[in-house]
């Protein structure tokens, strides 16, 4: 079993910032990729940005260039540095971990309990 524990979250002002971390622990062979969505009320959870043990990583359009997605292999830890915040980014942001138990097993999507990211106007 795999466990994340998401933290950062809060209530900001417009312009900004704020620190998500998320960190992985458990029976973890590999980790690819990790990282965070987010889920605004009535909407679908979409995705923010992933990452990959080798650090190549994917951004929604709409946080490229705010959102900056880092990873720590050796504590299996992704950080989310999110700047210039938008009321519009408001929502709860879920950290996501694609995990192989071992080299033999297909990964397994885990996912955490979520965090609440409020901006306001």
């Known amino acids: 079993q795999v466990q994340l524990v998401e933290s950062g979250g809060g209530l900001v002002q417009a312009g900004g910032s704020l620190r998500l971390s998320c960190a992985a622990s458990?029976?973890?062979?590999?980790?690819?990729?990790m990282g965070w969505y987010r889920q605004a009320p009535g909407k679908q959870r979409e995705l923010v940005a992933t990452?990959?043990?080798?650090?190549?990583?994917n951004y929604a359009d709409s946080v490229k260039g705010r959102f900056t997605l880092s990873r720590d292999n050796a504590k299996n830890t992704v950080y989310l540095q999110m700047n210039s915040l938008k009321p519009e980014d408001t929502a709860v942001y879920y950290c996501n971990a694609a995990v192989r138990g071992s080299r033999f097993q297909a990964p397994y999507d885990y996912w955490g309990q979520g965090t609440q990211v409020t901006v306001s106007s």
């Open positions: 990452i990959l043990s080798g650090g190549s990583t």
């Open positions: 458990g029976r973890i062979f590999s980790i690819d990729p």
